[in-house]
């Protein structure tokens, strides 16, 4: 059974930084591309970053480009989202996920967790 769960999120200000995980297990990590979505309040699901199995190739949206960093520890099956300068735009809840396969930015919403919630407020 695929499982995966975020961590991370929080209050913080505009501005600031913050860093989420994500623990995968139920199958092999190290195979498979990666991603984070979000989804704000009152609004469907918004792509975010996506990183290839070895983690040397990365994809962004056009809004958080230069901002987010994504990457991954095959080691240990954990995913991250390195966010900062955040915006209050920015707010939503944060999952990743993945389709099981590779070669695609853009994800399918195969496999998705429960979510973290990430609000920038002053």
């Known amino acids: 059974e695929v499982r995966l769960v975020e961590s991370g999120g929080g209050l913080v200000q505009p501005g600031g930084s913050l860093r989420l995980s994500c623990a995968a297990s139920?199958?092999?990590?190290?195979?498979?591309?990666v991603y984070w979505v979000r989804q704000a309040p009152g609004k469907g699901l918004e792509w975010v970053s996506t990183?290839?199995?070895?983690?040397?190739?990365?994809y962004y949206s056009d809004s958080v480009k230069g901002r987010f960093t994504i990457s991954r520890d095959n080691a240990k099956s954990t995913l991250f989202l390195q966010m900062n300068s955040l915006k209050i735009e920015d707010t939503a809840v944060y999952y990743c996920?993945?389709?099981?396969?590779?070669?695609?930015?853009?994800?399918?919403?195969?496999?998705r967790g429960q979510g973290t919630q990430v609000t920038v407020s002053s």
């Open positions: 996920g993945t389709d099981l396969r590779m070669g695609s930015i853009r994800p399918a919403y195969r496999y």
């Open positions: 139920g199958f092999t990590f190290s195979t498979y591309w």
């Open positions: 990183i290839d199995s070895g983690g040397r190739n990365t």
